[in-house]
T-cell receptor
Framework: GAVVSQHPSWVICKSGTSVKIECRSL??????MFWYRQFPKQSLMLMAT?????????EQGVEKDKFLINHASLTLSTLTVTSAHPEDSSFYIC????????????FGEGSWLTVV | ELKVEQNPLFLSMQEGKNYTIYCNYS?????LYWYRQDPGKSLESLFV?????AVKQEGRLMASLDTKARLSTLHITAAVHDLSATYFC?????????FGTGTRLKVLA
């Protein structure tokens, strides 16, 4: 099946710094990628939808200047958490949709972010 | 706004018992998924339900969909410890996956 890979799987950063998380579709071209955030013992919350070559569409309540999403190629989307604070600590999961994946979305392995 | 609710939120059950998890959603959707999530891990796809009356089974898990009632169920038969995990339903609308609140299942030996 299709594979979506995230990197890093685990990152700790200092407050005030920025951190980038990558999401790659390894065996198909992802026209659309989705970014989710999951706090401990909670559900997944959709943050934004990104289409290759265009600006991401953010869900209500998600700060687009804080969570920068770039989808510059059909196999890579990045999420940059700018000026991270401890409350940004969370599990971030991406998913990807492409022509060859049919109507199925494949999820990455997730990235744990801890801001200290 | 599409809302997805699961019931119960937490479930502790003895091995060998049966139970049903419910997923209610508020508007029409294109399809419905059930996922399993182990602690610290991403999602594992269990079932996709595409149409009214769809029923799928894999091992001790069986999922069904009633689009008229906007209800899906995940039935656990003769639970075993390995089924301990968090289960999410997700309703898809225009390629957006809206997740339910999740049900944490703990199966006691």
């Amino acid at each position: 099946g299709a594979v979506v890979s995230q990197h890093p799987s685990w990152v700790i950063c200092k407050s005030g710094t920025s951190v980038k998380i990558e999401c790659r579709s390894l065996d198909f071209q992802a026209t659309t990628m989705f970014w989710y955030r999951q706090f401990p013992k909670q559900s997944l919350m959709l943050m934004a939808t990104s289409n290759e070559g265009s600006k991401a569409t953010y869900e209500q309540g998600v700060e687009k200047d804080k969570f920068l999403i770039n989808h510059a190629s059909l196999t890579l989307s990045t999420l940059t958490v700018t000026s991270a604070h401890p409350e940004d600590s969370s599990f971030y999961i991406c998913s990807a949709l492409g022509q060859l994946s049919g109507n199925t979305i494949y999820f990455g392995e997730g990235s744990w972010l801890t801001v200290v | 706004e599409l809302k997805v609710e699961q019931n119960p939120l937490f479930l502790s059950m003895q091995e060998g018992k049966n139970y049903t998890i419910y997923c209610n959603y508020s508007t029409t959707s294109d399809r419905l998924y059930w996922y399993r999530q182990d602690p610290g891990k991403s999602l594992e796809s269990l079932f996709v339900l595409l149409s009214n009356g769809a029923v799928k089974q894999e091992g001790r898990l069986m999922a069904s969909l009633d689009t008229k009632a906007r209800l899906s169920t995940l039935h656990i038969t003769a639970a075993v410890h390995d089924l301990s995990a968090t289960y999410f339903c997700a309703v898809v609308r225009y390629y957006k996956y809206i997740f339910g609140t999740g049900t944490r299942l703990k199966v006691l030996a």
